[in-house]
């Protein structure tokens, strides 16, 4: 019998550059863009793929859902302040909620590799449980795969998710408007940098603890004190940076912000010192940025501090009414600087 | 600093037996089968999972919708007939066939080891457009991750998938009645010789290929023509015992299959001769197997064989009045066997 071949496909530019996938395709910054923009999006091509969101929002029916997924490969897969179980629950989640959905399923699909000790498998179920029912959401469906020892690692979870969407809203990229307000959820970096400060064994008077957290609440608070949302945006892979130049190149619109009001915890600021990142560009699990009408920009923050997820939220930049898409930052001595898109890869398997 | 120490979680019994997960724990099997209801059933307990089926079926807002998720860690990854791209959008799509759902969105999850050629990459995204575009249903959203080399296996997939459910008819093991008839939409164990012939290097007069295939379609016609379905399995990992057997358990019915009526491909019996496999195990990924009212019987096989991928279906047995659940198998010679649930690991990475 023939063993069957490949067939001959040649891949789209820019990619003979890289002929081999590299750690940076997953990264959350220029690489990884490129391959979805290249590879992904012509291939799948349709209207709600090119929303370029977190999730689609899709009709069925007579209701208009979101869907979403995400594999999770974090190493170390347990960490301060959560494990793969957690986080598998929470990124899914907020991906929904950056589509101003209400999270109501999540499917979980198991890649086991052979020889992981049932005890724990055991515990990141139960912390996927604890952490969906926490958020009010079912795991409802599933699927175990078991591969040989050394084609995996310990555990890969994917997580996708179904939500619901009830309100008129269009919160995408393209609905950002020349003058609206930036709000960051919290301070920046504490996931990417509890997870390096396990893996660096980093010590710090204080732990750095995983912002990981469902944002789903906060979210559907704005909402229902009728905060018009234009745009959300969850800050994980490729951290504020990528996020913002994402925003910037769906609605061709300059976004301003200003370094000194973006909030950076002390530790998190000493570890990016030590290990050489720049925290703009450090992975959260638990922190958004809300793009609002100016008019709106106080109460939404009020309304943000008063829940305990958005405790430390602060007005970090406007959109300008320039239409070149880049994201300007003026430093704390008062230059300007452009924030680009990460170019190689900065945290690998953060998430 | 502390690197955070796993908590102690007992895991339950019967797991104590199996400290570790082996491969025959993702093998469709009995090990699967203790996985899932001593893990994952008691850890995410709700009603949709209850239901023990294929894909969970939901309200979401005014709808009725069915969610299922899959992860594809096939090797090869490439086949006769097929490669983890078309598998992963087929196998979805016919978990929510076997709910009587039309699919309408899939995701897309990727999992890639460092080092993949992006040519391969690129082959299967177009496979999986392929795939999806001929069954008529849309990737809307997806994911990429990449882990370093040695920490995957070229290329996983997980593919999560939404219909909606458009009759009012509940397709699960526990709407099985005495009486009803069995019929297998065509013959068994194609997929997994396909791929066992790959790995052994088998060679046949004529390449054993794969039967996956979108079965959708070929389930709404009989809705559409009436047919009163009562339980719908698809024969993947475990093969046709493995889904009867769970379909006695969720029904407590005794099964009766006929060995003579169920079909069997000449070279798939001479591939499982030789590899010493018994086809009743083997997994297919475009065959299922209906209980319909067995009035409807031979009405029900009309309209399968009228179809494409229903021209090799045949009545294979009944429901029995006995509820003890079991599948009894008589044999060519007439002997009365119970078909057991697979007790290990028979086909590794079959999906």
Redesign the interface.
Not at 6 to 12: A, D, E, K, L, N
Not at 60 to 65: E, F, L, P, Q
Not at 138 to 148: R, Y
């Given at each position: 019998?023939?063993?069957?071949k490949?067939?001959?496909?040649?891949?789209?530019v820019p990619?003979h550059d890289?002929?081999?996938?590299?750690?940076?395709?997953?990264?959350g910054g220029r690489l990884?863009n490129q391959?979805?923009e290249s590879?992904?999006i012509p291939?799948?091509h349709?209207a709600?793929?090119d929303q370029r969101h977190d999730?689609?929002v899709?009709e069925?029916?007579?209701?208009?859902?979101a869907?979403?997924?995400?594999?999770?490969?974090v190493h170390p897969p347990?960490?301060?302040g959560g494990d793969i179980g957690s986080l598998a629950v929470h990124g899914t989640i907020n991906d929904l909620a950056m589509a101003g959905a209400r999270p109501?399923?999540l499917?979980?699909?198991?890649?086991?590799?052979?020889?992981?000790?049932?005890?724990?498998?055991?515990?990141f179920?139960?912390s996927?449980?604890r952490a969906?029912a926490e958020a009010g959401v079912?795991?409802?469906?599933?699927?175990?795969?078991?591969?040989?020892r050394?084609?995996?690692?310990g555990i890969?979870i994917?997580t996708?998710g179904?939500g619901?969407v009830e309100h008129d809203a269009v919160i995408v990229p393209q609905s950002v408007r020349p003058g609206d307000t930036l709000i960051v959820s919290g301070d920046l970096g504490r996931h990417g940098m509890a997870i390096m400060?396990?893996r660096e064994?980093?010590?710090?008077e204080t732990?750095i603890r995983s912002d990981s957290a469902p944002v789903a609440d906060l979210v559907l608070r704005m909402l229902s004190e009728r905060i018009e949302i234009h745009c959300l945006r969850d800050l994980t892979r490729g951290g504020l940076a990528s996020a913002l130049n994402e925003i910037a190149a769906g609605s061709q619109r300059t976004i301003l912000i200003e370094e000194k009001q973006i909030p950076v915890g002390e530790e998190v600021a000493a570890a990016c010192e030590i290990l050489g990142f720049d925290p703009l560009y450090v992975a959260c699990e638990g922190r958004f940025i809300a793009f609002v009408p100016s008019s709106q920009a106080e109460r939404t923050l009020d309304i943000m501090k008063s829940h305990p997820l958005g405790q430390g939220a602060a007005i970090i930049g406007i959109v300008s009414d320039e239409s070149s898409p880049r994201v300007i930052m003026k430093s704390r001595i008062g230059a300007r600087r452009i924030v680009d898109m990460l170019s190689g890869e900065q945290l690998?398997?953060i998430?």
């Open positions: 019998m023939n063993t069957p490949y067939i001959s496909f040649s891949c789209p990619l890289y002929p081999h996938v590299l750690l940076a395709h997953g990264g990884m391959l979805i590879i992904f291939a799948f349709n709600a793929l999730a689609s899709l069925v029916g007579a209701s208009r859902i869907f979403t997924t995400d594999s999770y490969v347990v960490f301060p109501l399923f499917s979980a699909g198991f890649i086991l590799e052979e020889g992981l000790p049932m005890d724990d498998l055991w515990r179920v139960q996927m449980q969906a079912a795991i409802v469906t599933g699927d175990t795969k078991v591969v040989d050394g084609k995996g690692d890969f994917n996708a179904i619901i400060a396990v064994g980093l010590e710090f732990t690998p398997r998430c």
